[in-house]
């Protein structure tokens, strides 16, 4: 994964995505989140604990934390990324879902 400070997406951020990343940074401190456009919300959770799980298990590990936000923010949420530390070197489906995080594409709204 790409620097936080040379990522395109970095400046995307917003009071929402900031909220969900204090949110969900309390149980995965390797959290970020950011407003792809206005109606979307791109969040990348990477843990350890994902490590062997499906993608099903991961998000049922993350859910009951993304609860906790306001409804519109959760609404928003259309985007949620789960993975463990390297998975993106042996996995096309993952690397090819973080390089769409880390470099969005141009979004039509």
Known sequence: MSSKTTSRWHRMRTRESRDVERVLRA?????DAYRYNSASIRVRVVDERFKG???EDRD????PLLRKLPEQIQSDIMNLITLYPGETDKSLKARLADTEFEDPSPSRL
């Open 53 to 55: 799980k499906d993608p």
């Open 27 to 31: 149980e995965f401190p390797e959290t």
């Open 60 to 63: 049922a590990m993350v859910e």
